[in-house]
């Protein structure tokens, strides 16, 4: 029994560096830097109401009432905004130079806590108002921030840290926060691939043939994907073969380094091939931030007892403890 | 999905599909209704941290694409044609997204609202149309061996709705 507790606690509080932490950071402020100017243009049109928007957002944000009135959205920062005066198309503007500055912080490391909370907060206030307009990239988005906001901040490479001299975060807190976007990841990739697979179309190459022929997604060139038709059905069932076994090949050291690779190259073959380059970035940031080669680097305090005493704080009171960190 | 027959699987795993799909309701309390202060602290957790979509992206199947066409008439009878314009291709990618979701909602009258809005944001580039409809439709791809055959896609029309818009900015009305 004492066993069982100790590995579970060994598995939950492994001793880790902040290297992963840095790269989640550097990586999530790097998409959010990109995801806003690649909405520069269309950013005010996306998100403005009284059908002067592309989809009015009064209406996306009734049908986000549905699910829950309080779940944070654009609507409530123009009613704020308008509580003192400015107009609906100046805190938009606002909020997207807010977003945009957000992600150069996150970069640089300055400020991390209250600009890794700021970023997950504006980024999940737009992706919510613009619902019927999303797709999974922002989810991931929406995912690595919120992680980013409760992990152990500031870390090294930042400013944080060279201005204020802050010292090291405990090994054990930030395996743990590493361990469960590790666990998140083999989660997604796993139920990814079982979804994948229970379609005919991943087994038979339709499915591979169609995401590269619909718009729009068709970047290849018709003829292009013809020539290589023979080979989908067999690319179909690798892809979901990947998937599905992440969960086992990504953690054994012999194999996790070639499992990360293959996944990495298949995400940026989907940025290559079907111009979705947002999405291929923050799955690879999650990939190399939870399993990247420096996952299993430790820093000197790797006793037994320390993983204990870290592990029996949370068991006892995690609300606590998670308070704590994040403050 | 497999609950919902979504699948190639056998009906026995939609059966062992609809019992966890039930617990996962429960769990998640969906069984309460949308006014319950706890379902709601659970949806906005859900939504706060980006879980609440799954991971079956591009499963089981691949969905169809969607086009959606005006054709916008003027008081001359002159007819032109117009598609929905975004700026950057970024958006071009979400506009698609929206489409998917005007082809799966089963409320007609909020399909008939979201194309109104898309039609009136066409509207507000040519307010001298008296007249546009809007035509929504299915792309339908040809298969490997009838792309080998030199087929092209084919559309495969699925709603039009008429809507006029008055002069006043603002105020839209749909016959």
């Not at chain 1, 073969?241 to 054994?252: D, G, N, T």
């Not at chain 1, 979705?276 to 990247?292: E, K, T």
């Not at chain 1, 996952?295 to 704590?324: C, E, H, W, Y």
């Not at chain 2, 691949?62 to 970024?90: C, M, W």
Request: glycine letters at 8%.
């Amino acid at each position: 029994m004492t066993t069982a507790r100790q590995r579970l606690n060994e598995f939950l509080f492994p001793a880790s560096s902040d290297t992963w932490l840095i790269v989640l950071r550097v990586g999530l402020a790097i998409q959010v830097i990109l995801c806003t100017l690649s909405l520069r243009s269309d950013w005010n049109y996306l998100f403005r109401a009284n059908g002067n928007g592309i989809i009015s957002r009064d209406l996306t944000e009734a049908i986000l009432n549905v699910d829950s009135p309080i779940i944070p959205r654009v609507g409530w920062l123009v009613a704020i905004g308008a509580y003192f005066g400015l107009s609906e198309e100046t805190v938009l503007w606002t909020v997207w130079i807010a977003l945009f500055f957000t992600g150069w912080l996150l970069l640089l490391g300055l400020f991390c806590r209250i600009t890794a909370v700021t970023a997950w907060l504006l980024h999940l206030c737009a992706v919510k108002s613009a619902g019927l307009m999303t797709y999974g990239m922002d989810n991931f988005t929406t995912l690595g921030l919120f992680y980013l906001a409760i992990a152990p901040l500031p870390n090294h490479y930042s400013l944080d840290r060279w201005i204020w001299k802050s010292k090291n975060q405990d090994p054990h807190l930030l395996g743990f926060f590493r361990r469960v976007l590790q666990v998140h990841v083999c989660i997604i990739y796993f139920f990814s691939g079982l979804a994948k697979s229970t379609g005919a179309g991943w087994w038979n190459g339709t499915s591979l043939w169609r995401s590269l022929r619909l718009p729009p997604y068709d970047v290849l060139p018709s003829q292009l994907v013809v020539t290589f038709a023979p080979v989908l059905p067999a690319m179909g069932i690798a892809v979901c073969l990947l998937e599905i076994c992440y969960p086992i090949f990504i953690w054994p050291n012999k194999t996790r380094f070639i499992w990360l690779l293959v996944i990495c190259g298949m995400h940026i073959a989907i940025a290559v091939t079907m111009g979705l380059y947002l999405f291929a970035l923050i799955m690879i940031v999650l990939n190399l931030a939870a399993f990247g080669p420096w996952a299993g680097r430790k820093q000197r305090d790797t006793t037994n007892l320390a993983v204990q005493k870290v592990s029996l704080r949370f068991v006892r009171n995690p609300v606590r403890s998670l308070i704590g960190i994040i403050s | 999905m497999v609950a919902n027959g979504y699948t190639s699987l056998p009906v026995a795993l939609q059966k062992l599909g609809e019992k966890a799909d039930g617990v996962l309701t429960m769990a998640l309390g969906e069984r309460f209704a949308n006014s319950n202060p706890l379902r709601q602290t659970l949806t906005t957790y859900e939504h706060a941290s980006g879980i609440e979509g799954g991971y079956g992206f591009f499963a089981p199947a691949i969905p169809n694409s969607y086009k959606l066409v005006f054709q916008l008439t003027y008081s001359d009878g002159g007819v032109e044609y117009e598609l929905p314009r975004v700026r950057s291709e970024a958006a071009g990618l979400r506009l698609s997204g929206l489409f998917d979701q005007i082809a799966i909602v089963r409320y007609a009258a909020l399909r008939e609202l979201m194309l109104k809005m898309l039609a009136y944001s066409a509207w507000q580039l040519h307010p001298e149309a008296t007249k546009i409809r809007a035509v929504f439709g299915e792309i339908r791809m040809p298969s490997v061996v009838e792309a080998k055959r030199g087929e092209k896609e084919t559309y495969r029309f699925m709603y039009a709705y008429d809507f006029s818009f008055a002069t006043e900015a603002g105020e839209m009305q749909s016959r």
